[in-house]
């Protein structure tokens, strides 16, 4: 009976996963990927050559993003002290979200100017629906108790993304 127990992937996954820490440490890293976007945009002259270092911060970020999901759909459920942890990060990437997608804005003509806008477009695209996943599956582990305080949590990052998505959907 013992060795079933043991051989059972969630009871696994729970062992290895069931910290907060490691929804926290990809929020963390969702985080860190989407200032340096932020930082490559700003620095960008608006030429050609720059817009691979953004192109390649913007690919890495998506890729931070999904692998957040995967670590979140393998963690245990959050119990209040983890849930107000995953907060404190939430509100936190909500801010550097918000000035990533302002910074992008900002840089729009630039981007329409080299015809670029709509790659910029369909990233924000795949990063838009990456980060719902990514929602969805947190929400899965918060208690019931802080569910909607959770969801207001993670609204101004759609937000912010829905904005910038409208924004280069006027093309130029
Ligand atoms: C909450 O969960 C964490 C692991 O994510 C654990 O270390 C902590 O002891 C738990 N706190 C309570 C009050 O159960
Ligand atoms: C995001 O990065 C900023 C700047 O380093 C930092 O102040 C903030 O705490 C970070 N937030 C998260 C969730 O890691
Ligand atoms: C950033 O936050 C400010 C203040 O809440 C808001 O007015 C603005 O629309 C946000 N910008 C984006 C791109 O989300």
Do not use: C
């Not at 899965?140 to 969801?151: G, N, R």
Request: hydrophobic fraction near 50%; charged fraction near 20%; charge should be positive.
């Amino acid at each position: 009976m013992r060795f079933t127990t043991l051989l059972n992937p969630l009871a696994l996954a729970a062992t290895v996963l069931g910290d907060y820490t490691a929804i926290v440490a990809s929020i963390s890293d969702i985080n860190k990927s989407t200032l340096k976007l932020q930082t490559n945009v700003n620095n960008w002259k608006g030429n050609l050559l720059g817009t691979l270092p953004i192109i390649s911060e913007s690919t890495a970020l998506l890729e931070a993003i999904k692998k957040g999901t995967k670590t979140s759909k393998a963690s245990e459920a959050l119990n209040f002290t983890g849930a107000l942890y995953v907060a404190e990060g939430t509100i936190s990437l909500a801010n550097s979200v918000n000035a990533t997608m302002t910074a992008l804005i900002a840089a729009k003509p630039k981007f329409n100017k080299l015809l670029l806008g709509p790659i910029i477009l369909v990233n924000l695209g795949l990063q838009k629906s990456a980060t719902d996943d990514f929602s969805a599956a947190i929400l899965t582990k918060v208690p019931a108790d802080l569910k909607a305080v959770a969801e207001s949590l993670i609204a101004p990052i759609d937000k912010a993304l829905e904005k910038a998505i409208d924004e280069f959907r006027h093309f130029p």
